[in-house]
């Protein structure tokens, strides 16, 4: 009865009560969110790399070579020479290493050209290897493997052809309609780059930057059942694997003071971890703006209950006269304050649901963030009774003012 | 008048009975009330009379609870009502004393039904929360309510449709039989009405005192209705004047 009673003089301050709930929601969303997808971001970031113990770049800053070798962020500013990475791989205590070559494009999707290793030695989440949904390693310098997403967005299955052009972005002007690469695998989805990624051989990549002449050779050489012969003369990255985990140190000072060229060196874990902790400072600051946001806009209900107080005496001094006591009364003014709290925050819950609904798959492409949309979690809920909890709070100002004044005024409605 | 089912105890106790009552508002230095000795018979129909700041309204917080005399004590039926706990009060405002005032009886975003509804939620004689009638776990208790509604509408003449209006869409005149209603509907043995009339044409109010003084009698309801205007008194069969009962005869401005 208290609770309809409440509900029936919401809805009769139909709009002061409505921009209450808007100003609500739009905090309660943006705390939500914001933990949301700083909670998801880190896992999602966490489980891009594993079992790698050190990845060599051209010298560079640790966190760029860590976004564009892992993350496809950017761009190598340089490239390591063939000697450089042969000499990697023959290093003591290296167990293996594979070599990424990057800087091109597939309608917008990265092209990493690597070798069969990779596919065996990647790893990601928990140790999790790559798996095959569809097909299998490129053979020849003319296929390629699509991480999941390419071949769902793009259309694309076993055996059909795909242009592949120089550069990055979506346009350009090398594009060979008879020079086609064909699909020869399709990876299972991942939640990592991996899955926004098309993978050739080192070999393919050369033959992406020849003339159309010498491409039409390789097919032909191809359809003879001849392996062409291309020379490989540098790489952008590479990833290696060490015979045992306490040798990285080692092996990282080693790289760095290679002599035959300047390299860079890094331990995958300490640069994510680098990196969180400047992502990790702007998270704080939203996560602390957006609790202030939600204070005020709890402040801003506080103050239209408290208004309405004086414009309900009447209403409260005839609450009085059939029997209420001013704790019910108290009661009432808790409910409505609770009432606007619970619909806010499950609207801010739908609109944060929605809002990674249509924006998950952008935030994927374009800042490898992989982000669960499923925002109806326990985290969400103990948010959610956090925000009650300071409702109920808040609203003990109002509350206790028409508490005083159902004592004060008696019965007599004037 | 008298029932079989009346006990000789009702009979005895009075209906209301201040013994030694005094009053002082907390910011103020003098008593606005010192009533010595005053009782109102069960059953009986008083007109009490009173200048406004002649401390009316203060003596009406006094009966319904809302405020606590500094000494002395207010019986109301056989409880001693001034020396209870104010919840204890208020539970036996809600089920014992209907009140009707001048105006603004009613809650204006309720139908008028929930308005009656919330007396009889407070007086405990509503036992469903299921006015809509969806409900059929107490459908018993709804529908008792609602025939006893649709009664009292035809008792003080409403309409049956006016149930489910809002209440601020009533005319005055049909917002005070609506009070009658809500102050009846737990049948209590004490009614108290303030100046209910103030708001209605001379045709309207006395037409509506008889209503009020037909239905409390049919209940054997006490009816102490208050009013400074003395032209009233001729429906009573008994006057009093508060400076007949009240010792304070200073004159003291009313509260607000």
Not at chain 1, 92 to 117: I, K, M
Not at chain 1, 217 to 239: D, K, N, R, W
Not at chain 2, 28 to 40: G, Y
Not at chain 2, 175 to 198: C, F, G, H, K, Y
Request: contains cysteine; proline residues 3%; negative net charge.
């Amino acid at each position: 009865m208290i609770l309809r009673l409440a509900l029936k003089s919401l809805q009769s301050r139909r709009t002061s009560v409505l921009l209450t709930v808007l100003s609500i929601m739009v905090s309660v969303s943006l705390l939500i969110s914001v933990e949301h997808i700083r909670t998801q971001a880190k896992e999602s970031f966490n489980r891009t790399i594993s079992d790698v113990d050190i990845i060599v770049g051209a010298r560079t800053g640790q966190i760029n070579l860590l976004l564009y070798s892992v993350f496809r962020i950017g761009n190598p500013s340089n490239n390591i020479s063939w000697e450089s990475y042969e000499a990697i791989t023959a290093a003591n205590n290296v167990a293996w290493a594979v070599p990424l070559s990057l800087g091109d494009s597939h309608q917008g999707y990265r092209v990493v050209g690597t070798t069969a290793e990779y596919f065996t030695r990647y790893k990601y989440a928990n140790k999790q290897a790559l798996k095959f949904a569809k097909g299998e390693i490129f053979a020849s310098p003319l296929e390629a493997v699509l991480g999941s997403e390419v071949a769902e967005k793009l259309g694309y299955t076993l055996g059909d052809n795909l242009v592949i052009s120089h550069g990055i972005g979506h346009t350009s002007f090398h594009h060979h309609e008879d020079s086609p690469f064909t699909v020869a695998g399709i990876l299972e989805p991942t939640g990592t780059p991996v899955d926004q990624t098309v993978h050739v051989s080192l070999a393919g990549i050369e033959a992406m930057h020849m003339s159309e002449d010498e491409q039409k050779t390789i097919q032909a050489q191809l359809q003879q059942g001849l392996m062409p012969e291309l020379e490989i003369s540098s790489v952008s990255a590479v990833l290696v694997g060490l015979d045992a985990k306490f040798q990285s140190l080692f092996v990282l000072r080693q790289i760095n003071q290679y002599e035959g060229e300047p390299l860079t060196a890094i331990l995958p874990g300490m640069a994510l971890a680098e990196v969180w902790q400047i992502v990790g400072n702007v998270e704080n600051i939203l996560r602390v703006i957006s609790i202030l946001i939600l204070i005020s806009s709890l402040l801003g209900m506080a103050t239209m209950l408290l208004t309405s107080i004086r414009e309900r005496q009447r209403e409260l001094a005839i609450l009085r006269i059939v029997g209420a006591s001013p704790v019910t009364i108290f009661l009432l003014i808790q409910l409505e304050a609770l009432s606007i709290s619970i619909i806010s925050s499950f609207a801010a819950l739908f609109l944060v649901f929605i809002s990674l609904l249509i924006g998950a798959s952008w935030l994927g492409q374009n800042y490898g963030l992989f982000i669960e949309t499923n925002v109806f979690t326990t985290d969400s809920a103990i948010f959610i009774a956090i925000v009650l909890v300071a409702t109920a709070l808040i609203a003990c100002i109002p509350a206790i003012s028409a508490y005083k004044k159902a004592l004060q005024q008696g019965v007599q409605s004037r | 008048m008298t029932s079989d089912k009346e006990t000789l105890k009702d009979h005895l106790t009075p209906a209301i009975a201040f013994k030694e009552l005094r009053f002082c508002y907390p910011n103020q230095e003098h008593d606005i009330i010192s009533i010595d000795q005053w009782e109102v018979a069960r059953g009986e129909q008083v007109f009490l009379s009173g200048h406004s700041g002649s401390g009316k309204s203060t003596l009406l917080n006094l009966i319904c609870g809302a405020l606590s005399p500094n000494s002395g004590e207010i019986n109301l039926l056989d409880k001693r009502f001034s020396s209870l706990p104010s919840r204890e009060r208020d539970k036996f405002r809600a089920k014992h004393i209907g009140v009707v005032f001048q105006q603004f009886n009613l809650i204006e975003y309720l139908s008028v039904a929930e308005n009656v509804e919330l007396a009889a939620y407070f007086g405990n004689t509503y036992v469903g929360d299921t006015y809509f009638g969806n409900n059929d776990t107490n459908a018993d208790g709804a529908n008792n309510f609602k025939s006893r509604l649709l009664q009292m509408c035809e008792a003080v003449k409403l309409p049956r449709t006016i149930l489910n209006q809002s209440a601020g869409k009533l005319s005055v005149g049909q917002q005070q039989r609506v009070a009658i209603i809500r102050a009846l509907i737990n049948e209590p043995e004490i009614m108290i009405v303030d100046e209910p009339t103030s708001a209605l044409d001379s045709n309207a109010r006395d037409g509506f005192i008889n209503l009020l003084m037909s239905l409390a009698g049919e209940i054997r309801s006490t009816l102490l209705f208050v009013s400074h205007d003395e032209g009233l008194a001729q429906h009573f069969s008994k006057h009093v004047s508060i400076e007949q009962i009240n010792n304070v005869k200073v004159k003291v401005e009313p509260m607000q």
